[in-house]
Nanobody, 128 residues
Framework: PLPVTQSGGGSVQAGGSLRLSCHVPRYCFSNYFRAWFRQAPGKEREGVAV???????TYSDSLRDRFTISQDNAKNTFYLQLSSLEPEDTAMYYC??????????????????????WGEGTQVTVSS
């Protein structure tokens, strides 16, 4: 399997910020999507943000004002900047990538079953 490595995460007080990183070995050069998901205990996994090979981003409507996805292709790394964090943001955050050649409609880009390669997750804990 393709090794997807995450870093970042940790504990922060409400109102603070964190930056999560995800490294994916170079495996694809054009048609692919990279995404962030999160899952809190007892809840469904939730799509957070997606970026395509051209740098175009899609966000969950409820999070787009506070979270930003970006990428550095030279480092084979993409990021999620978390700002104005709230206790409700506490969750395990996962990064993921599609197979090469994927062509996803807008409605599929935040669906977890569209992704084949997953990081192990990193915990974000936000205290009051």
């Amino acid at each position: 399997p393709l090794p997807v490595t995450q870093s970042g995460g940790g504990s922060v007080q409400a109102g603070g910020s964190l930056r999560l990183s995800c490294h994916v070995p170079r495996y694809c050069f054009s048609n692919y999507f990279r995404a962030w998901f999160r899952q809190a205990p007892g809840k469904e996994r939730e799509g957070v943000a997606v970026i395509d090979a051209d740098g175009r981003a899609t966000y969950s409507d409820s999070l787009r004002d506070r979270f930003t996805i970006s990428q550095d292709n030279a480092k084979n790394t993409f990021y999620l900047q978390l700002s104005s964090l709230e206790p409700e943001d506490t969750a395990m955050y996962y990064c993921a990538a599609t197979t090469c050649g994927a062509a996803l409609s807008a409605g599929r880009r935040l669906t977890d079953d569209a992704y084949s390669y997953w990081g192990e997750g990193t915990q974000v804990t936000v205290s009051s």
